[in-house]
């Protein structure tokens, strides 16, 4: 297990964009560490570990101090020295979480999963997977959207606040988000009503032609809910990753937010399997 410096980190999200596959479990995206990015590169190479063989990059994960999210190669889902590595790293004493109560999300069908059970990990609370496939045009949202340039980042961080309350949301963290090598393939909207307030945003990541691309995050400020915001700005953002090329859009949200849910459904969304995360502790 390795913490990567900044340049190594740039290195594997190359490496770690090819892992991204319509026919693969749900997990951690490169867009989750661009996503990061906003709290500068060396914070999010700091919270990033990286899992190798020799030359050959076998797993990534972002850390919190309570939870691993995790990514592994294709080949690797089974592979019994890395499952066994990362169940070390993650356990009393490995150093990667420390808190007394702690998760790791790792993707679905991995030898992990059942190496964390046996050692008895419980599963926690459950997220619903969604996927709306890109083959064809996306339908117009039906309200004006602006792509976030330079010139243009108060309306994002303003939709951002409206939709969080507890966001810290700011400029210099959007432009240290779209310095990251990540915002290369991403883009920011946001929904404007017909006084140009604001009113509902989204950021959407391409992994690549031909890739799954991952929204996150999407969300309407709070008093412009229920007038089918949430819905317009995801199509749009949907859009967007068409035109970026890719294959598909999927994100990921508690399944007790059952609001979130139907949005990406109204927005086209399918609704997959829910999945779990692992918990020791609590």
């Not at 060396?42 to 101090?65: M, S």
């Not at 959407?204 to 991952?214: C, E, H, I, Q």
Request: some cysteine; hydrophobic content about 40%.
């Amino acid at each position: 297990m390795r913490t990567p410096d900044v340049p190594d980190l740039c290195e594997a999200l190359e490496v770690f964009r090819e892992w991204q596959r319509d026919d693969a479990p749900f997990q951690l995206h490169p867009g989750d560490l661009g996503w990061a990015w906003r709290f500068g590169a060396e914070q999010t190479a700091a919270t990033t570990r990286t899992w190798w063989r020799g030359d050959e990059l076998l797993a990534i994960g972002a850390v919190d101090p309570d939870l691993l999210r995790l990514a592994v190669a294709p080949s690797t889902r089974q592979d019994e020295e890395l499952a066994k590595q990362v169940l070390a790293d993650v356990g009393p004493g490995g150093g990667v979480l420390t808190e007394a109560t702690a998760y790791v999300e790792s993707p679905r069908g991995g030898l992990l999963k059942e190496l964390l059970a046996a050692a008895g990990w419980e599963d926690d609370q459950p997220w619903t997977p969604l996927r709306r496939d890109l083959s064809e045009p996306v339908e117009e949202p039906g309200v004006r959207i602006e792509v976030t340039g330079p010139d243009r980042v108060a309306d994002r961080v303003a939709a951002q606040l409206g939709a969080w309350d507890r966001s810290t949301f700011t400029e210099d963290k959007w432009r240290a988000m779209a310095a990251g090598p990540a915002y290369a393939d991403a883009r920011c909207l946001v929904a404007l009503d017909d006084d140009a307030t604001p009113v509902a945003a989204i950021t959407v990541w391409s992994a690549g032609p031909g890739r799954p691309g991952l929204v996150e995050p999407m969300g309407v400020h709070r008093d412009h809910r229920g007038h089918g915001l949430g819905r317009a700005i995801t199509l749009a953002g949907a859009a967007a990753l068409r035109d970026l090329g890719s294959s598909s859009a999927v994100v990921a949200t508690p399944s007790s937010n059952v609001g979130g849910v139907a949005t990406y459904v109204a927005a086209g969304f399918e609704r997959l399997p829910d999945v779990r995360d692992q918990r020791r502790g609590g």
